[in-house]
């Protein structure tokens, strides 16, 4: 099991920034990659940034240039740097985090959720 808790979201005028952090537990060692996903108010929950196990980092194009998603192991966090925010990044924003285990010939896969954290870009 892993669990994970996001901080950092809030209120914050066009143009600001913020950063969201990811505190993860458990058994952290199965993990391979971890996401931030948004859901804004009446829409579907999308994909924002990926990071898996080798640092390599992936990003949609609604914010690829503005934001930066990167992994502490030793503090067993993820965070999300929000820059140059818009209206339209207004959102709830989750942490994905995906485990694999079984064995080689028959893995097993996993996906944990956080709670949410809001964020809220206006003036």
């Known amino acids: 099991q892993v669990q994970l808790v996001e901080s950092g979201g809030g209120l914050v005028q066009p143009g600001g920034s913020l950063r969201l952090s990811c505190a993860a537990s458990?058994?952290?060692?199965?993990?391979?990659?971890m996401s931030w996903y948004r859901q804004a108010p009446g829409k579907k929950r999308e994909l924002v940034a990926t990071?898996?196990?080798?640092?390599?980092?992936a990003y949609s194009d609604s914010v690829k240039g503005r934001f930066t998603i990167s992994k502490d192991n030793s503090k067993n966090t993820m965070s999300l740097q929000m820059n140059s925010l818009k209206p339209e990044d207004v959102a709830d924003y989750y942490c994905?985090?995906?485990?694999?285990?079984?064995?080689?010939?028959?893995?097993?896969?996993?996906?944990?959720w956080g709670q949410g954290t809001q964020v809220i870009v206006s003036s």
């Open positions: 990071i898996i196990s080798d640092g390599t980092t």
């Open positions: 994905n985090a995906q485990s694999r285990g079984g064995t080689r010939a028959n893995p097993t896969y996993d996906e944990y």
């Open positions: 458990g058994s952290l060692g199965s993990i391979f990659a």
